[in-house]
């Protein structure tokens, strides 16, 4: 690891058990991802009074570039009466470990991200068959370049001024230019799910 190892304890004796199961679990989440710069982890045993469940709040904070940080939080809870504090490491850390894969997944650009979840709306302004082009009018009254190219299902002559689309926004050479644009409130359109 680039930065070392931060583990503080309240309320808890430190022992080289525990902090040899912590070391461990700490290399394993390098192997995971090797670009780790921190991790700091927080250990407190609540009060003493407690008869129900485990007493130990755990966490977990791993920080990774370029600014990413994983935040895994153990809170006492009224589930298994008494759970050893080494359990509830090991659960703290796997749930580190699904995080710290998810960003590793991201990063590397492994995790498809849908189209759908970037659509605009609007309504076509201008169309230019004869040229393959046209501008939509975004909901905030500004306009949009796209080509035929992009108009998805092949329904570029379907369109005419007023259909309203749904699109992916990007930045062109010339400006904005819409993208995935389709066709969604015109008499006789297709329905994709």
């Known amino acids: ?16 058990e525990i902090d040899q199961l912590i070391s461990d679990k700490v290399n ?13 982890i927080a250990i407190e045993k609540t009060q003493q009074h407690q008869r129900q469940g485990t007493p130990y709040r755990i966490r977990i904070a791993i920080t990774v570039p370029p600014g990413h940080e994983i935040v895994v939080k153990r809170e006492p809870s009224k589930g298994i009466l008494h759970r050893k504090l080494s359990a509830v490491i090991r659960d703290a850390f ?8 998810e960003l590793e997944k991201k990063q590397r650009g492994a995790v498809k991200v ?12 201008a169309i230019f068959p004869f040229d393959g082009y046209g501008f939509i009018t975004t909901l905030d009254n500004r306009e949009v370049y796209f ?8 329904d570029f002559d379907r369109l005419e001024i007023g259909t309203g689309v749904r699109y992916v926004e990007e930045m062109g050479d010339q400006g904005p230019q819409a993208s995935t644009v389709q066709i969604v409130d015109k008499p006789g359109s297709r329905i994709d799910a």
Request: overall charge positive; some cysteine.
């Open 114 to 125: 849908h189209a759908y979840n970037n659509h605009n709306n609007g309504f076509i302004k």
């Open 28 to 40: 394993s989440l390098e192997r995971v991802h090797d670009h780790i710069t921190s991790c700091r």
């Open 94 to 101: 796997s749930a580190a470990r699904r995080q710290l894969k």
């Open 147 to 154: 080509h035929q190219n992009s108009v998805l299902h092949n």
């Open 1 to 16: 690891m680039q930065v070392p190892l931060e583990i503080s304890y309240r309320n808890i004796n430190k022992t080289e």
